[in-house]
């Protein structure tokens, strides 16, 4: 562990890396002799423009992210594109598909309803969502003007393991596992992850759209939801988040460093890993997610006593293991491990669950 | 002028106190021995807590909002205000007047044409936006829902010197001159203000609300934009702009030690009277505003030739006074004094107009 500090297994808002933290701090009252902070920069200055193109540029490269797309920095959250989503693509037909497999799908379901015919083409409700459904599963609307689903479930530590093919416009929120494998954006119509867990501070939205999907929006959406105004501007309608923007330009230096997405791919599948194997190892652990439906970012698990759950999560916290509890929807433990959690983490971690399972 | 820094007049996002940036800078990697950054932190856990309810109360404080307003710390800028304040609250009868001021309140007014019938109370459209309609001007319909204004208006250098009356719900755009002045939030119906002018770095916008006024939502109002949900989750139905509540808390805290905003409208007229008394003692510039409607936040001002006020804001830039170019919707020249930019950077400009002036 670095000097001072923990090991941060946060849902979100979750770990950034040091080596990126330091150099933020480096670089707050002066950035690149330009004599102020890049949170002073006027977001039409010369400076700003450059982190703003650099940063794009090299997400487009780290993901290949195909000319016909535009990548949006935006504000509001995963929970804006809940709205934003239908007011801008469910003019086709009315209707619109979701795949229910958690949380933040269900909200996003409720949400489009206001705008649109909305049809549940799978849910995971019935086992208490501890399982992603499988291909032939998925009733997919025809009319639908496009799909939906999530493909990391934060709170129940579920990931889609595919990429459905449902013959419409694919739209997926992928706040909790983007860049930590490389995906092939073609397939998908929208693209959106919230910042705040594998990519920066929290504030910023990052928005991957096919750019002919765009300017079909409902004649009420609010200026800041429409896709058109924000690719015609290039992000810039209005002041952008700026500094988070500069952040995630450093986080994606490091990335770079780390072998990219592919490099990440690989780490990932090995840090889970080492905590479902502890998990499945144990006497008094079980992992909630079912196999071939787990999460490689957000590991959930219990014991069969609430009482020793609340045992291990403040033995953990003590030892300097932080953000280990759970949802409040599904108690227990979890334990995210983002791109930015350092493999020593899980496997610290991991030491301890085994140590907790012998003593208890 | 500290160290490496340069006199920043930036419009916005704008100067933030050294002594801030300092602070954030010391504490980046292991906030206040939590181990961790607070980029990093979890919006529920404790240390966040106490960051965004210290940051709340000590607003309240500064600013003397009533209890029965509530405060809320929400993205998107103003622009998304622009549509939520007539999505949450133009139900009422359908209507609503605006002043029309500048560029802003102008967006704002077009924006709200979507939701509602909107009349134009006052506009100075005719004379380039170079004044403030004076009360007895204000043609406010009476079954206007709110009546909307922008109270500083950053790009033409105007500032409302009075709170108009107008027998309805008053709007406020607060955007550029927040927390520079006392305000008697009792006399709003909602204030409103992106923080990257005078409180923090852009992705943070404040909105005071009266709460009465929440829960008229038109129906396809979108989730995030609905005062009422904002109010009942305070804040925080999705990730807030954590980094950015923190640094407002920060700022705040200087602008305690400043003496409040009783304090920054002594300095902010001293200021800013430095530099318009520069501009109309010299033979060469002009100031854009009319006396009795000028900004003490954003000074604009001129020569009769475009060449010159090139050749001026070259010779400025070069001698480390930066942003001082205008908007390209007035051209000329403008100097940003937001709180945090000192009174020393003021005079030398000021200086360094009288300068130009002798010699060119």
Chains 1, 2 share one sequence.
């Not at 977001?43 to 780290?62: Q, Y």
């Not at 449902?166 to 910042?195: E, Q, R």
């Amino acid at each position: 562990m670095a000097k001072d500090r923990v090991y941060n297994f946060s849902a979100g808002p979750g770990a950034l890396p040091l080596s990126v933290l330091e150099r933020a701090a480096s670089e707050m009252t002066n950035y690149g002799g330009t004599g102020m902070s890049v949170m002073e920069m006027s977001h039409r200055s010369k400076a700003f423009i450059k982190i703003f193109d650099d940063t794009k540029s090299k997400f487009r490269s780290i993901l290949s992210v195909p000319e016909d797309y535009e990548i949006l920095f935006l504000q509001g959250g995963a929970s804006s594109q809940f709205s934003m989503v239908p007011l801008n693509l469910i003019s086709k037909t009315g209707k619109a598909s979701y795949a229910v497999t958690g949380n933040f799908s269900n909200l996003a379901m409720k949400e489009a309803k206001k705008f649109g015919e909305i049809s549940i083409a799978a849910t995971s409700e019935a086992t208490g969502h501890d399982r992603i459904p499988c291909q032939s599963e998925l009733n997919v609307d025809k009319d639908a003007s496009y799909f939906y689903y999530c493909s990391n479930n934060t709170i129940y530590g579920t990931e889609w393991q595919y990429v459905p093919e449902t013959g419409t416009t694919l739209v997926c929120d992928m706040s909790s596992n983007i860049l930590s494998k490389p995906v092939d954006v073609s397939k998908y119509g929208i693209i959106f992850a919230g910042a705040q867990k594998n990519m920066a501070p929290a504030g910023l939205t990052v928005v991957i759209i096919r750019k002919d999907l765009a300017g079909n929006e409902l004649p009420y959406t609010p200026l800041m939801m429409n896709y058109k105004t924000m690719i015609d501007k290039d992000s810039m309608y209005n002041t952008p988040p700026c500094y988070n923007i500069y952040m995630l330009g450093l986080v994606l230096d490091w990335l770079m460093e780390q072998g990219g997405v592919e490099g990440m791919e690989k780490i990932k599948s090995v840090k889970a890993g080492v905590l479902y194997d502890a998990i499945d190892n144990s006497r008094l652990f079980k992992a909630h997610a079912q196999p071939g439906s787990r999460s490689d970012m957000n590991v959930t698990f219990r014991t069969e006593s609430a009482e020793l759950d609340k045992k291990f999560i403040a033995e953990a916290t003590e030892a300097g293991f932080v953000n280990v509890k759970g949802h409040r929807l599904t108690e227990g433990m979890r334990a995210s491990v983002y791109n930015a959690v350092p493999m020593e983490a899980a496997e610290k971690l991991a030491d301890f669950i085994r140590e907790f399972d012998k003593n208890n």
